[in-house]
Structures are given as structure tokens and as C-alpha cells.
């Protein structure tokens, strides 16, 4: 087991670096659910029926986001809400966060789509302040499988969105196409990659023969609104504050 970061140190690797790696933050039981409740969501029939998101960002079955579904599967709910992943959540946003977004990602074996260079923030279309994403590794992730890469950036100098364009063809909006490759995060399974929504990302492809799973949990210090309507964009739940000891 990897001795955990202090909080400290984790929020300052994050703040100067756009995104720290978190070794060991899922517990193997803890995993399993996550496992069972992707497998499920995969295997769905109703799968397209069930499909919410503005952004249409699935590749046939080679790349599928499965969102916004926690209140079903009650372990992944816990997940989300309390425990280090809440904790998480409350070092890098503040004392009081709010869950914004969920979603399984997975690439089918031999495969499964890469993902071009991208802000979380180009998807949401309107001004609003950096948020969180936890990319959870729910299968090691290798650069054989399309681990994620990111390019660094001092979130105290520059929390800029770059425009975004979108690319039919591989379905997604890109924000980058320059020349830097940026830093690969190969991680194990149970590992949680913390970077801002104005960091810059991309996974590779899926070339095994086994599937690589993750789970992208996304979380702000406060409600990220439309403003047209002022509804909730995707969802503004309140964390649980932990009891006192």
C-alpha cells in the first residue's frame, strides 16, 4: 500500500501541475462494486435509451460514456458522496463541494477509440469556474489501453479554456492540436488521476485484448448553472458534511 499524500502536498502538486496521481484510493471491495455496476450498464439493453448527455460522444460500442446513473447502482452512490473520493473532493474544491457530473468510460478490447486533447470545460459551453474531474481506474491503465495523458499547466497562472472544435468523425470536441505529447499517467486499477477542468487531456486507444474501464467523477466548490434557466447543468448535490469526531 502507497503511504497517501498529505493534503497539503496533494493540493499544491495539484494546484502547480493541473493534476496529481492518487495511488491506492480505491479499496478492493470498493472496486468490485464499481466493476458490477459498469458490467451492468454495458450489458444493458436499454443502454440507448438510457443515454443522457448533450454531446454525443459515444463510438458504436468501441468507446461508450454510461451517465449519470449512480442512483441506481445505491454503491456507487456511496462512492460518490463520502469517503476518499469525498475527501478528495473537499482537499482540491473546498469544505463544501457539490457533485456536478458522473459517468462510466469504457473501451472495448482491440478496439476501443482514442480521446483527442481536451478541456472538461470546452464541454460545458458557457463561462464558469474550474471544476474537479476524478478519472478512476477501475482496470490498470497502461499506454497499451489508452491511459490519460496530460499536458501541465500552474492553475495559479492560467485557468484559460481554449476554443473547441468539434470532429465528427471521431466524435468529440478537440481543444488542442499542437505539437507537445504531452505526460502519460500509466496507473493501476484502484489509482485516481485529480486534474482541473482547464487541464488539458487525451487517452490513447484500446490495442488489448481485455477492456479498459474507468470512472469519471466530476465535482465544483458551487452549483455550475445554465444561465439561461439558472437549472442545475448536469447536477448540484450537495456533499455530505462528515460528523465530527
Not at 493540493?11 to 484510493?25: H, K, M, T, V, W
Not at 461508450?64 to 469525498?86: D, K, N, T, W
Not at 492560467?158 to 468529440?172: I, L
Request: proline share 9%.
Amino acid at each position: 500500500m502507497t503511504k497517501p499524500m498529505s493534503p497539503f502536498r496533494l493540493a499544491s502538486e495539484f494546484r502547480q501541475n493541473g493534476y496529481c496521481l492518487i495511488p491506492d484510493a480505491i479499496a478492493p471491495e470498493t472496486l468490485e462494486n464499481l466493476w458490477r455496476a459498469c458490467d451492468a450498464m454495458v450489458a444493458d439493453p436499454r443502454r440507448a435509451e438510457k443515454r443522457q448527455g448533450r454531446h454525443k460522444i459515444d463510438v458504436g460500442d468501441k468507446r461508450l460514456f454510461l451517465s449519470h446513473r449512480h442512483e441506481e447502482f445505491p454503491a456507487v452512490e456511496a462512492f460518490l458522496m463520502a469517503g476518499p473520493v469525498a475527501e478528495l473532493a473537499r482537499t482540491l474544491m473546498g469544505p463544501h463541494p457539490y457533485l456536478f457530473n458522473e459517468q462510466f468510460v469504457f473501451k472495448a478490447a482491440g478496439a476501443g477509440s482514442s480521446f483527442a486533447w481536451h478541456q472538461d470545460s470546452g464541454y460545458v459551453g458557457f463561462d464558469h469556474p474550474p471544476y474537479l474531474t476524478l478519472w478512476c481506474a477501475l482496470d490498470d491503465a497502461t499506454l497499451d489501453n489508452g491511459c490519460i495523458h496530460v499536458l501541465p499547466r500552474d492553475l495559479a497562472k492560467d485557468t484559460d479554456v481554449n476554443p473547441h472544435v468539434w470532429d465528427e468523425a471521431g466524435k468529440e470536441l478537440v481543444g488542442y492540436d499542437g505539437d507537445q505529447v504531452g505526460v502519460a499517467v500509466p496507473c493501476a486499477a484502484g489509482s485516481i488521476i485529480a486534474f482541473s477542468s482547464v487541464t488539458l487531456h487525451r487517452s490513447g486507444s484500446n490495442r488489448t485484448e481485455r477492456p479498459r474501464r474507468a470512472y469519471v467523477c466530476q465535482y465544483s466548490a458551487a452549483p455550475i448553472l445554465r444561465p439561461e434557466t439558472g437549472a442545475p447543468l448536469n447536477y448540484a448535490k450537495p456533499l455530505p458534511i462528515p460528523a465530527s469526531p
